[in-house]
């Protein structure tokens, strides 16, 4: 008689998915929203995302996915994304409320209450949100490329980045730049969901783009 899989080992095969961006699970960011498990083993999760643009979508599915297929005993895993209720940062657990809205650090966005927040998934709506450019392009005499924001302040960049800057016209969503850089650089959407996103994040905290929703 085949040995039942058990919620728990279901749950601790979980925690050991871990979100790409930051070093907590897809259990303690609270978007587990169900198990259900059958008399053959047969699992399906259902779960959501922290936004309904979230880049990592297909990362977070396939990590879960490849988790539970490493336990024992479980024949086959089915994932259903659910948006109700809506995730909110509530659903975390306090660990992973501490590590987020903790501490202020000079690379994270501060929300109105005074807590850095670590990443765009927990602010904005990827699907919805469209950067748009600030500040101003100057090449130097030597060559050189430099953005300038609204406090004078210069940043370096290559012509990839300025490109990409240049990009952001208030025209495209952050998913459907993905979805171009994707299709220019003949590169898969999965290998340039975090680089956007990350590049996006660095050139509002240098205030080179603000985004209108």
């Known amino acids: 008689m085949k040995a039942k899989v058990t919620e728990q080992q279901v749950l601790d095969a979980l925690k050991q998915c871990m979100d790409p961006e930051i070093p907590l699970s897809v259990v303690d960011l609270g978007l587990?929203?169900?198990?259900?498990?059958?008399?053959?083993?047969?699992?399906?999760?259902?779960?959501?995302?922290?936004?309904?643009?979230?880049?990592?979508?297909?990362?977070?599915?396939?990590?879960?996915?490849?988790?539970?297929?490493?336990?024992?005993?479980?024949?086959?895993?089915?994932?259903?994304?659910?948006?109700?209720?809506?995730?909110?940062?509530?659903?975390?657990?306090?660990?992973?409320?501490?590590?987020?809205?903790?501490?202020?650090?000079?690379?994270?966005?501060?929300?109105?209450t005074g807590h850095g927040v670590r990443s765009l998934r927990f602010t904005i709506d990827l699907e919805k949100s469209r950067p748009l450019k600030q500040g101003q392009f100057m090449r130097q005499e030597d060559g050189s490329l430099v953005l300038i924001n609204d406090l004078g302040q210069g940043f370096m960049v290559n012509d990839a980045l300025l490109e990409f800057w240049n990009i952001c016209d208030g025209s495209k969503s952050i998913n459907e730049i993905i979805d171009e850089f994707s299709i220019k650089l003949r590169l898969p959407r999965i290998e340039l969901e975090g680089q956007v996103v990350n590049l996006v994040q660095q050139m509002l905290d240098a205030r080179l783009l603000k985004v209108d929703s």
């Open 32 to 112: 587990i929203y169900g198990i259900d498990i059958d008399e053959e083993n047969n699992i399906k999760i259902r779960m959501t995302m922290t936004t309904p643009g979230c880049p990592l979508h297909n990362t977070l599915v396939r990590d879960v996915k490849r988790a539970l297929n490493k336990v024992e005993g479980i024949k086959d895993v089915s994932v259903e994304i659910v948006w109700d209720p809506p995730w909110t940062p509530e659903r975390m657990s306090p660990e992973a409320r501490a590590k987020i809205f903790g501490a202020r650090s000079s690379n994270m966005h501060t929300s109105p």
